[in-house]
């Protein structure tokens, strides 16, 4: 996305951008942000033209489940993710209550992207480069705003040998979730808030995980040369700034290595610690932690 406020090297700084802009408030929005929270209910389907983008999707969804602690302070919707052209959805498609599109949208499939929406839906798209927001308020009517001016890079259009009945998305079914799948999500709910209220009680404010510091960037010095006589001769431009710059990223590279010589503590998981409590068998535990090993 294009613009100040989406630039960063990962996506806390993103998120750090967007609270500098005033888009993200409170720090329960950032924490969901953090998290990438999507709910656990409802459907989640993503759509891919590259088959390896897929597969690297998939990689870092399973990571995400298994390794990252935020899957234990939120509930969430695990997507499903499909290799074909956005642009070819089938025409019986179900339709979203929430739509956001990753790529510049051309005026003339405004149309075909809103109609995937259901009534009272909300469409999030580049068009025109002004990321827009479309909310359906009828059958035929939509309401749309600017959300920011932005610049990505444009869908692929399919060509016309694209087009046969072979090369249309067909998107996965709405599937109810099993009673065993509902009772796990409703269980770890009720820990969760559980413990939620618990911590409000004592006036603990839950913080998101520090972030990485960032490292002050170092100027390069810059010589000036001149003429003695038939000479060159360098001359070193050092200013008070300079000096001060460099005393200044020493102690920093001081710090961080002494920073990095403390051993860590690891942030505690009061959901898996609460669960692991609970008089259940090993195996229900484990089910219930998404046999998570930490």
């Known amino acids: 996305m294009g613009g100040a406020v989406s630039a960063g090297e990962d996506n806390d700084d993103l998120i750090d951008n967007l609270k500098d802009a005033q888009y993200i408030r409170t720090e329960r929005v950032e924490q969901a942000f953090r998290a990438i929270d999507r709910g656990p209910f409802g459907i989640n389907h993503g759509i891919e033209l590259h088959p390896d983008v897929v597969e690297y999707a998939k990689e870092k969804l399973e990571s995400f489940i298994k390794y990252s602690d935020s899957f234990d302070k939120f509930e969430f919707c695990e ?30 499939h405004e149309n075909y992207m809103k109609i995937l929406l259901k009534i009272g ?45 072979n090369d249309t998305v067909g998107l996965p079914p709405c599937a109810v979730r099993n009673l065993q799948d509902l009772a796990r999500i409703y269980i770890r709910r009720t820990l969760r808030n559980y ?3 618990e911590m409000q009680a004592k006036g603990i404010i839950q913080k998101p995980p520090p972030k990485r510091k960032r490292r002050r960037c170092r100027r390069r010095k810059i010589n000036t040369y001149v003429f003695v006589g038939n000479h060159l001769i360098p001359q070193p431009l050092d200013s008070e700034e300079d000096e001060k710059m460099d005393e200044d990223n020493k102690e920093e590279d001081d710090k961080d290595h ?3 010589l403390k051993p860590e503590e690891p942030p505690r998981n009061l959901l898996r610690e609460r669960i692991m409590s609970l008089p259940l068998p090993e195996s229900l535990k484990a089910y219930l932690t998404y046999y998570r090993e930490k």
């Open 79 to 108: 997507p499903t993710f499909v290799v074909g052209n956005c642009l070819q959805i089938a025409s019986d498609s179900h339709q979203y209550d929430r739509i956001y599109c990753g790529a510049g949208v051309q005026k003339d």
């Open 121 to 165: 839906g909300i469409l999030v798209m580049p068009i025109e480069d002004q990321l827009t927001q479309i909310l359906r308020t009828g059958q035929n009517t939509w309401e749309s705003k600017n959300i920011l001016a932005v610049s990505f890079a444009p869908l692929v259009q399919p060509s016309k040998s694209d087009s046969s009945k």
């Open 195 to 197: 413990i939620n209220d």
């Open 258 to 260: 002494s920073e990095a």
